[in-house]
């Protein structure tokens, strides 16, 4: 089923077939750099680039006797070269060959992941700019706040993904590494000239200092970056999943023609997407955890990663490209209802200016003490009845000894609360 939600670029990364030409490049790559030493004849590298080839059946079939992948790979290709293959993986450990490829393709996702996050972020500039001064309420602990606009929520979304982008463009950096250094990372039968030539055709660096592994203090950190983006699009998503609430209906998911939303409920349009975003960043969040378990490991390495990274790292970057586009999705076709947001800033019957009229009264010699009593107790009148805010505070007397008609008029001015939208959007760049 996985196949069905995958992009074709993505899952051809993480195919075998992509495996293991990545394998064949690197045991290519090293063939190259031992004839340019003099180690092997140059005669021979052209024979293994004409012959060298693999089929993965074959691969499989070595593979249930040997029990071991490298090898049976490199039987394989040994049977469609001939006597040339003795020179294929000189001075070479298995993990030369697998975390050197490895870092390739995670690399290659990796590059795939941002020219899309950068895609999600182009969408909310765009949406941001529309919805800029679209007045809504802000809530906190769910509860009329302010007064803020929908293109605020936007561009703080727009300012988040463009961190996540940044994060994932160090991930990517850090992941970039391989190693051709041999059983213990001690160059003992192999060149360090040999792994910085095949580094730089892989557009990979050579690991510093390494041992029988690349570090998966590297691999954890690129699985945790997607982890923490995947919780910034959860975070987005809750928010629409929240604002799409009947009772809230401020925006909604694209609801596509011939959807059904229940089995027993034909009304029904249910925000899926983004409830499917935030199941799906829990994975990614638990892949990241068993990532930072497989950073310890015995001595020069042991194998307890290997079988843990065979499942979390494509895996986790399937699933991140396919919340990611869906959200992205959902931000594209958004559906937004401007009168329920203006519905909604009205309900509380202008509460929402309470902190503009406890300010004015400060700055007329009230105490803060005193001013937030006197407020706060016409707030409570307010709630309780069914008369508005601002003709329970018109009629008061002790306010009316304070504030005079023109200062109540600007404590209830909506204008007020968005006169810095413009600086807001410069600082952020939308």
Not at 165 to 172: E, G, M, P, S, V
Not at 264 to 288: D, F, S, V, W
């Amino acid at each position: 089923m996985i196949e069905r939600y995958t992009r074709p670029e993505m899952a051809k990364i993480w195919s075998d077939e992509n495996k293991f030409r990545t394998w064949l490049k690197v045991e290519i790559l090293v063939c190259e750099a031992l004839a340019e030493l003099g180690e092997i004849p140059k005669g021979a590298v052209q024979i293994i680039k004409d012959k060298a080839d693999f089929d993965i059946k074959r691969i499989l079939e070595i593979e249930e006797t040997v029990n071991h992948d490298v090898i049976a790979f490199l039987t394989n290709v040994a049977e469609n070269v001939g006597p040339e293959s003795r020179h294929i993986h000189l001075g070479m450990t298995s993990s030369d060959l697998l975390d050197t490829s490895l870092s390739s393709l995670i690399r290659q996702a990796g590059q795939l992941l941002l020219n899309d996050l950068g895609t999600l972020r182009e969408v909310l500039r765009k949406r941001a700019q529309e919805f800029k001064n679209m007045v809504c309420i802000g809530r906190s602990h769910g509860i009329h706040a302010e007064p803020t606009t929908f293109g605020i929520k936007m561009a703080l979304w727009f300012d988040e993904v463009g961190r996540g982008i940044t994060r994932l463009q160090n991930a990517i950096e850090t992941i970039s590494v391989g190693k051709i250094s041999g059983a213990v990372g001690t160059f003992s039968h192999i060149s360090p000239w040999v792994e910085s030539y095949v580094c730089a055709k892989l557009d990979l660096k050579p690991a510093p200092v390494s041992n029988q592994i690349v570090q998966r203090d590297r691999h954890a950190e690129f699985l945790t970056t997607l982890a923490v983006i995947a919780a910034s699009l959860e975070k987005f998503a809750t928010e629409i999943r929240n604002l799409q609430r009947t009772e809230v209906l401020e925006v909604e998911e694209p609801f596509r023609k011939g959807q059904k939303g229940s089995s027993a409920m034909p009304h029904k349009r249910n925000p899926i997407t983004c409830e499917r975003i935030t199941g799906l960043a829990r994975i990614l969040r638990a892949n990241a955890m068993a990532a930072l378990e497989n950073v310890a490991l015995w001595h020069e390495r042991d194998i307890t990663h290997s079988s843990v990274e065979r499942v979390i790292i494509p895996d986790s970057t399937i699933l991140f490209d396919y919340i990611l586009n869906k959200f992205t999705k959902v931000v594209e076709d958004l559906v937004v209802y401007p009168e329920n947001m203006q519905r909604n800033l009205e309900m509380t019957k202008g509460l929402v200016f309470s902190q503009s009229l406890l300010l004015a009264l400060i700055r007329k010699g009230v105490s803060r003490e005193d001013a937030y009593q006197m407020v706060q107790s016409r707030a409570m009148e307010t709630w309780n009845s069914n008369i508005a805010f601002k003709d329970v505070v018109e009629s008061d007397a002790e306010i009316g000894k304070w504030l005079s008609q023109e200062d109540i008029e600007l404590c209830f001015d909506i204008n007020h609360h968005l006169r810095h939208v413009d600086f807001i959007f410069k600082r952020v760049g939308v």
